[in-house]
């Protein structure tokens, strides 16, 4: 990296925006000019909240994450804002997206968005986003929202990394908001009916009550269920108030050490399983036995199971 | 197994509902017991149609998929259907939607449904989904349909592996189904708006054809734009001749073959994955120095990418 590593993590410490800006496209990029700058910045981690916000699409999470972005900037709190989007790179929707709701905080050095696209497997979205985190952690953003778009697995993924997580729904989603409810329902936190001023909000807030009667259940904290109408401001101040009191919750039980080796854990076996892949990966596609065992497999000569197997035995594994 | 893996086998190459839902448990609990069969059933892979079909939640997804089946059963072919839901394990949500759909079904042995929960990450969604799919393929499945809920990258990744994606959209999404449809455009084969009874609906296909017109480009196949209303049964039909032309268009390009290779390239890498990471975390974690690492890391002690390093450099990688 230009001005050499450590003058790069001095820089992105001082929440120098173009120099964080730099790291962000290295790790998006996947390139290994990233992990001297990541390392550098590791020990200064740890110190933001991390608040996840999920729900499915429509649900207004980017207002309702600039909502709350305004609220504590009013408090005096930096924020950066990770939204993890599943617009591909040729679009360009991602970058499209950040600039315009970069107009509405551009006068603010407070406050740092980054959108990041769904990439390749081997790339390793949770991976990435756990990087950037990082990256906004170190430079002193008292608050780092991590937003995503849907509601699969890996996004669930994304948000587990987080200390405070928020489950948004909408009043009147359809069909399958059932089963969403019920995957999410053990990672929240706090849960937000947004879009309130619609028909059935009501009967929303009392679907996720009984969807949490039945549920596990946790002894430590019981999730709000917070209704908001984002787009005017509405119920945004108690949402703020409860995330900070979850994070007193947190800090009070010993827990946040809890959730840190969680995270910790998360984010190494994450790296472990990418590296070590990539790692076969270079071998193997140098000396061509990799394009051998997919054409093996393809014609049914051999199975997947069995050509991991010896793949792994020449690999000494 | 009980009975002998090759009894087992060929119990499954027949058609055998209870060894078939016997064998698919032992994947979904990602038990070792289901490898030797899986090796055994591979060589009978590759004569299904696999048909990936993905959209938001509340697009009527299962709806248009039973619809689907009825068709295609109509015609003298055989069904199976993978449903990937994103309920936990807890509430139970998959084993009930099984319950309720099997019923519509429960007197056609041409037709077998199971879905898949979204799991813990090394488990890998995406290999079992691929092992399920291979399993209904050698089961003598003529057609089957993964079925995914959600938008997220690992959804992607699992219609990916089929050879025709349908992408289903309805009428009036919301605000972030513009980002949902450029990330997902790429792959469909087919576009379907659902709900077409209702307002919007048109507007809805011109949106997806500007999408398309702005978007790379195919040259070989032009994906069509289907109305349907899934629930009255209206325009199921065409989308099943719709599906058996980008079939039909697969064969006689020879596309099949590179998809072929595709899935093998893909389903590999994945099995990659898991197993070398399960391998190296068996070692480390019965020596204790998983559990050490992960304290460090917490610590902020050691960074995580030096310590992948260090790991990788101990396992002799």
Do not use: C
């Amino acid at each position: 990296m230009p001005g050499g590593d450590e003058e790069m993590t001095e820089r992105i410490r001082q929440g120098d925006v173009r120099a964080i800006a730099r790291l962000m496209s290295l790790i998006e990029n996947d390139s290994p000019e990233a992990t001297p700058a990541l390392k550098g910045l590791y020990p200064f981690t740890g110190r933001a909240l991390v608040v996840g916000i999920t729900g499915p699409p429509g649900s207004g999470k980017s207002t309702l994450t600039d909502q709350l972005t305004q609220e504590f900037r009013r408090q005096g709190r930096t924020v950066g804002i990770v939204a993890v989007d599943p617009t591909s790179p040729f679009t360009g929707g991602a970058i499209l997206a950040d600039r315009i709701r970069m107009q509405q905080h551009s006068l603010d050095p407070g406050v740092f968005i980054r959108s990041m696209a769904t990439r390749g497997h081997l790339g390793g979205l949770a991976k990435a986003t756990n990087d950037v985190v990082n990256v906004l952690d170190a430079a002193g953003k008292d608050l780092v929202f991590i937003e995503t778009v849907g509601v699969g697995q890996d996004e669930v993924e994304v948000v587990k990394t987080a200390h405070t997580s928020i489950v948004v729904s909408v009043p009147g989603l359809g069909d399958d908001i059932q089963a969403m409810k019920a995957g999410i329902l053990e990672i929240a936190d706090i849960l937000v009916v947004n879009k309130a001023d619609r028909e059935g909000a009501n009967r929303t807030v009392a679907e996720l009550q009984a969807m949490i009667a039945l549920g596990p259940g946790r002894s430590d904290w019981s999730p709000p269920i917070l209704k908001t109408v984002a787009i005017q401001g509405e119920g945004i101040a108690e949402l703020a108030q409860g995330i900070l009191a979850h994070q007193t919750h947190l800090d009070q039980g010993g827990l946040r050490q809890l959730l840190q080796r969680e995270r910790s854990r998360a984010f190494f076996l994450e790296l472990l399983q990418e590296r070590v892949t990539r790692r076969l990966l270079e071998q193997a596609g140098a000396n061509g036995i990799l394009d051998q065992t997919i054409e093996r497999i393809a014609h049914r000569e051999v199975d997947p199971y069995s050509a991991v197997d010896d793949f792994l035995k020449k690999a000494g594994l």
